[in-house]
């Protein structure tokens, strides 16, 4: 248990379906992050919120809409995906740096993920 | 083009022996790195890391070894158990404001009894 929770665990959907990602944390971490793992790919970084605010969109399709309501809560709203987007999505968090950014230098705790399967 | 490089897909060693991992980086700003493991069905964890003004940081039976002229890192298990079965990320970053983990695609580890 990393303190980052993902829900649901397990997700199946429509390309015209609606659907959203839910993360959590009660760490006191103020940065928060989704990286979408693809097979046999590294991991690759999506969105960043730091403090709440959106601090990096790493090229993602408008089709992957992040909300970060508050420092513990971050969603991931998808609609209209493609079956390529079929992936493990995990939401980790932080401390922010000592410079006042996002750095992923300190520890990332990751929530287990939601394996993301489009039909 | 891929930053963090971990050039073998999978590594099979037998209980009790060493278990070395080892990870290639292009990117010469990158100053910390990380090593993840992550289980089936469960989210990357934290294993170990080192600062660059470093070569060598230990934590009981892992040691990752930094090589900064070479780019190059590499983690130590000994001995290696069955449970360290798993895949481990090597990842990177600067530590300047807003920078942010570079993953490698990870190396699945097998131990054998």
């Known amino acids: 248990e990393t303190g980052v929770t993902q829900t649901p665990r397990h997700l199946v959907m429509g390309m015209t379906n609606k659907k959203s990602l839910k993360c959590e944390q009660h760490l006191g971490h103020n940065a928060m992050y989704w990286y979408k793992q693809s097979a046999k790919k590294p991991l690759e970084l999506m969105f960043v919120?730091?403090?709440?605010?959106?601090?990096e969109n790493n090229s993602v399709p408008s089709r992957f809409s992040p909300e970060c309501p508050n420092s513990s809560h971050l969603f991931l709203h998808l609609h209209t995906l493609q079956p390529e987007d079929s992936a493990l999505y995990l939401c980790?968090?932080?401390?922010?740096?000592?410079?006042?950014?996002?750095?992923?230098?300190?520890?990332?705790?990751f929530g287990q993920g939601t394996r993301l399967t489009v039909v | 083009d891929q930053q963090v490089k971990q050039n073998s897909p999978s590594l099979s060693v037998q209980e009790g022996r060493i278990s070395i991992l080892n990870c290639d980086y292009t990117?010469?700003?990158?100053?910390?790195f990380l090593w993840y493991k992550k289980y089936p069905a469960e989210g990357p964890t934290f294993l170990i890391s080192i600062s660059s003004i470093k070569d060598k940081n230990e934590d009981g039976r892992f040691t990752v070894f930094l090589n900064k002229s070479a780019k190059h890192l590499s983690l130590h298990i000994v001995p290696s158990q069955p449970g360290d079965s798993a895949v481990y990320f090597c990842a990177a970053t600067d530590t300047g404001a807003n920078s942010k983990l570079t993953f490698g695609k990870g190396i699945t580890l097998s131990v054998r009894p």
């Open positions: 980790a968090s932080s401390h922010p740096n000592a410079a006042g950014g996002t750095s992923l230098g300190a520890e990332a705790f």
């Open positions: 919120y730091n403090f709440k605010e959106q601090t």
């Open positions: 990117n010469s700003m990158f100053d910390y």
